[in-house]
């Protein structure tokens, strides 16, 4: 969808599925394009409004099957004239309120089709669950986008900013031990790009301080994060 040409049939497709371990809407729009010619391009069909409404999954739950009826259509009707964005979408399968919410939306889907712009973003294989619990899912959403996983290159970058955000150098070498520690985080089913570069730097920041106050560290480098100062194994989770 990168070819303008292409958006406006994307467009009137009307509904769209988000695979992926960070997908954000605003990936969504860097995605397509410049955000003005995209909607110039097509996206007007749909969009009447400046407006996203963005919600989790679960959110979409009640406490009763009948709730859960009332609380999807409320926010679907609250979206119409622009986007419902619904993050974490694969909750939706997890309970039989989530299964309720899932045909509601369906049904929307298909009377309302022309008045709002459904997004279900989440991760990969949690997605595919989602669809699979109901045909009328699969018959109604027609594309797909998959976001890749960001490169080592990238998730460098990534390290270097958040880290310079917590006013803290990286060594050279430090990269080295940081890679061997992604290599063993991607297969990982908790594995989350930025999430996971996010989770090691609060990681080593903690361990810096130790390593710092046991004299590991020398005075010079009480701002640098050290090879030291990462673990090349990830954490274990009980």
């Given amino acids: 969808i990168k070819e303008k040409g292409e958006l406006k049939d994307i467009i009137e497709e009307y509904l769209k599925l988000n695979l992926s371990n960070y997908i954000t809407l605003k990936d969504l729009i860097s995605y397509t394009g410049d955000k ?18 963005e919600v989790d999954g679960n959110f979409l739950k009640a406490g009763s099957l009948g709730d859960t ?3 999807t259509k409320v926010l679907i009707r609250q979206a119409y004239g622009g986007v419902l964005f619904i993050d974490e979408a694969y909750s939706l399968g997890e309970s039989e309120f989530g299964e309720q919410a899932i045909a509601t939306l369906i049904k929307e889907m298909e009377d309302n089709r022309d008045k709002f712009i459904i997004i279900l973003a989440g991760y990969t294989k949690n997605m ?6 109901n045909p009328g899912f699969a018959s109604r959403i027609k594309e797909y986008i998959s976001f890749p996983d960001y490169d080592e290159t990238e998730m460098r970058q990534i390290f270097l ?38 989770s ?9 301080a130790l390593n710092y106050i046991n004299k590991k560290i020398d005075a010079s480098n009480k701002f640098k994060l050290m090879p ?9 989770i009980f």
């Fill in 69 to 71: 009826t009332i609380k």
């Fill in 36 to 53: 003005e010619e995209y909607v110039k391009e097509g996206l007007d069909v749909l969009i009447k409004e400046n407006k996203v409404i």
């Fill in 200 to 208: 090691i730097l609060d990681e080593a920041i903690d361990l810096h």
């Fill in 128 to 133: 595919k669950e989602l669809i699979k619990t």
């Fill in 228 to 236: 030291c100062d990462i673990k090349p194994t990830p954490k274990e």
């Fill in 161 to 198: 900013y958040m880290a310079g955000q917590q006013n803290f150098a990286i060594d050279q070498d430090t990269y080295d031990v940081f890679d061997v520690r992604m290599s063993k985080e991607r297969p990982l089913m908790t594995f989350g790009n930025a999430r996971t570069v996010r």
